[in-house]
């Protein structure tokens, strides 16, 4: 199955739901400038700043529905969280928080190994520091921000991924936007990236010295070998030189998908066309595999084969930042290249011990068999729950063994139905739409959590089986019924 397959009547009824929303927004629009003023108050002689379709779906479909994210909460973002209710009277122009709480089952956080809410010797490493160093050093690395924490983490990271050498990043965004472009620093460097690649790869990408990109189709490894086939044999435009180097680029786990990489094929087309391989890990490192090492765990690829392998620190351990880890000469040339590392500061030393800590618990290195537990926790009950979905009727599109569980909403207008009315049943939930995803594949996104149980995921999936049955979403079910339907009536 692709990442979106989207039925006759599902397409045209989606169509349909976005083009009455438009109008309705223009009508708006134009009654608001014929009896109120410009909505812009753009100066005379200016041009808008702002693009005209972009700032009408913003306006006008957007802030309907913007209460369905960014929900605060006043409690950790464990198994279980604490929404704070909010209210608006002007059509969320403007929204007021209330002292009134909700109190949820969490599936809205990437709090996959549970460490949001961490052991007490984890919590009690992380309290120890802040008191030995403070909270942060406000430097970056190359000046008094650098210490003995983050080298035990990168020396740690290297060592758990399996490369020589590996550098941390305050920011995961910011470890693939300034790194990227050290990599293909030249017009004469083709870039090979997924269609469906992370935002942060693409700033990286457009951040280049003017490399050429070329995009595959998600996870199509026939279309990969036929690019790069291509690329080689006509070389670069207008010279036909060779490219100086091809990067393939591609995810561990693709988060708005919940599909996992066809690493394996990967590395055969990398190996075969002396291509490099660059591999987002941020969802899949301790999330995947039989020891939490990643897709290369998971896949049974030596780490030797993928030459930059990425992650971040901000799903699996509960802290922040991300890390890149590669041969020790790479490495070192980030270091003294990067100016995600020259001017930004340094990971804060309590988030690098945070990290640490939850490394050696996912080893083991810290004596416990917390790791193994946990890693078995989030594994079975991520499978769990998206088998449950799916006899529910939701038609589910994320692979098995992704703790990224998604299912097809599709209609504009079932995003906040599903969203709400999981809110009002106690289930905390992200629903996804344009530019997120496309257009017309709204979805809702799981994340599981080994802090969860299967009691847990049971009491989910009979609030989740009301809400699908109101809002529509049980397409599996409706496609059942619409043959049996139509069979009676030919018969």
Same mark, same amino acid.
């Given at each position: 199955m692709t990442h979106c397959d989207i039925s006759s009547w599902v397409l045209i009824t989606t169509y349909l739901n976005y083009a009455v929303l438009i109008l309705l927004g223009q009508i708006r629009d134009f009654f608001h400038e014929l009896f109120i003023g410009s909505i812009h108050q753009t100066p005379k002689g200016f041009a808008p700043l702002v693009h005209s379709y972009e700032d009408l779906y913003t306006r006008r479909l957007y802030r309907r529905i913007c209460d369905c994210w960014n929900r605060p909460i006043s409690s950790r973002p464990g198994a279980y969280i604490d929404v704070m209710k909010r209210v608006s009277n002007d059509y969320n122009k403007t929204i007021q928080i209330t002292d009134d709480r909700i109190h949820c089952l969490n599936l809205a956080s990437y709090n996959y190994l549970g460490f949001a809410d961490s052991p007490k010797h984890v919590l009690d490493d992380v309290l120890k520091s802040i008191d030995q160093?403070?909270?942060?050093?406000?430097?970056?690395?190359?000046?008094?921000?650098?210490?003995?924490?983050?080298?035990?983490?990168?020396?740690?990271?290297?060592?758990?991924?399996?490369?020589?050498?590996?550098?941390?990043?305050? #920011? $995961?965004?910011? =470890?693939? !936007?300034?790194?990227?472009?050290?990599?293909?620093?030249?017009? *004469?460097?083709?870039? +090979?990236?997924?269609?469906?690649?992370?935002?942060?790869?693409?700033?990286?990408?457009?951040?280049?010295?003017?490399?050429?990109?070329?995009?595959f189709k998600h996870n199509d490894m026939d279309h990969l070998e036929k690019i790069v086939r291509k690329s080689i044999i006509e070389g670069q435009p207008v010279t036909h030189r060779p490219w100086k180097k091809i990067i393939i680029i591609v995810e561990g786990i693709y988060s708005m998908e919940g599909e996992i990489v066809n690493l394996k094929r990967a590395v055969e087309i990398k190996k075969k066309y002396g291509c490099y391989l660059y591999v987002d890990e941020a969802h899949s490192i301790g999330a995947l595999g039989k020891n939490g090492r990643g897709v290369c765990d998971y896949c049974g690829v030596?780490?030797?084969?993928?030459?930059?392998? #990425? $992650?971040?620190? =901000?799903? !699996?351990?509960?802290?922040?930042?991300?890390?890149?880890?590669? *041969?020790?000469?790479? +490495?070192?040339?980030?270091?003294?290249?990067?100016?995600?590392?020259?001017?930004?500061?340094?990971?804060?030393?309590?988030?690098?011990?945070?990290?640490?800590?939850?490394?050696?618990?996912?080893?083991?290195?810290?004596?416990?068999?917390?790791?193994?537990?946990?890693?078995?926790?989030?594994?079975?009950?991520?499978?769990?729950?998206?088998?449950?979905?799916?006899?529910?009727?939701?038609?589910?599109?994320?692979?098995?063994?992704?703790?990224?569980?998604?299912?097809?909403?599709?209609?504009?207008?079932?995003?906040?139905?599903?969203?709400?009315?999981?809110?009002?049943?106690?289930?905390?939930?992200?629903?996804?739409g344009a530019p997120a995803c496309d257009t017309l594949c709204s979805r809702v996104r799981f994340c599981v959590s080994a802090a969860h149980t299967r009691e847990d995921v049971d009491k989910a999936l009979k609030k989740l089986d009301v809400v699908g049955t109101w809002t529509g979403t049980k397409y599996k079910v409706f496609e059942s019924q619409l043959v049996n339907d139509l069979y009676q009536l030919v018969m």
């Open positions: 160093y403070g909270p942060a050093s406000a430097s970056a690395y190359g000046d008094f921000g650098y210490s003995k924490i983050h080298k035990e983490l990168e020396d740690m990271t290297a060592k758990f991924v399996g490369k020589e050498d590996s550098i941390v990043f305050s #920011m $995961g965004f910011a =470890t693939n !936007s300034t790194t990227i472009p050290l990599l293909a620093p030249t017009p *004469d460097c083709l870039i +090979i990236s997924d269609q469906l690649n992370h935002t942060s790869i693409v700033a990286g990408v457009r951040s280049t010295g003017g490399a050429k990109v070329t995009v030596s780490p030797a084969d993928v030459d930059i392998l #990425m $992650g971040t620190f =901000t799903k !699996s351990f509960g802290s922040v930042g991300g890390y890149i880890a590669a *041969d020790k000469e790479v +490495i070192t040339y980030l270091r003294k290249n990067s100016y995600g590392l020259v001017y930004g500061s340094s990971l804060p030393i309590p988030c690098a011990q945070q990290a640490l800590s939850a490394l050696k618990v996912i080893t083991g290195d810290d004596g416990t068999d917390i790791g193994k537990t946990k890693l078995f926790q989030l594994n079975d009950t991520s499978n769990y729950l998206r088998e449950g979905l799916k006899k529910l009727g939701f038609e589910v599109i994320s692979d098995v063994d992704s703790p990224v569980i998604i299912t097809m909403l599709y209609n504009p207008a079932k995003m906040p139905a599903f969203s709400r009315m999981s809110l009002e049943q106690g289930i905390a939930v992200v629903v996804v």
